[in-house]
């Protein structure tokens, strides 16, 4: 399974209403913690519920715990945006 498949499995006890998974890594070739294969850079998009009341770091947090195993094993650097679904509307507009 890619990457990409196991961070959203990862992130799915946080019932995102929205999940985007993007794969930079080509772009950091050549850098600190890039291999030979790529998926080492990542952004990541959450939107959910479960973030409802807490703050940015306390979201990150939460996505950091789920995906440590990941990050351990292969990922270099991940860019997070965690927001309720009420700041996604409120982002949209």
Same mark, same amino acid.
């Given at each position: ?15 995102? %209403? ?59 650097? %991940?860019?997070?945006?965690? %927001? ?10």
């Amino acid at each position: 399974m890619r990457m990409k498949e196991r961070i959203e499995a990862a992130l799915a006890p946080l019932a995102p %209403l929205a999940l985007q998974v993007r794969d930079r890594s080509d772009e950091h070739r050549g850098h600190g913690g890039w291999r030979e294969g790529g998926e080492t850079h990542f952004d990541v998009i959450v939107i959910s519920a479960a973030f409802a009341g807490q703050s940015r770091v306390a979201r990150h947090r939460k996505v950091n715990a789920l995906l440590a195993p990941l990050m351990a094993e292969r990922i270099h650097a %991940l860019s997070l945006s965690t %927001l309720t679904p009420d700041e996604a509307l409120r982002r949209e507009v």
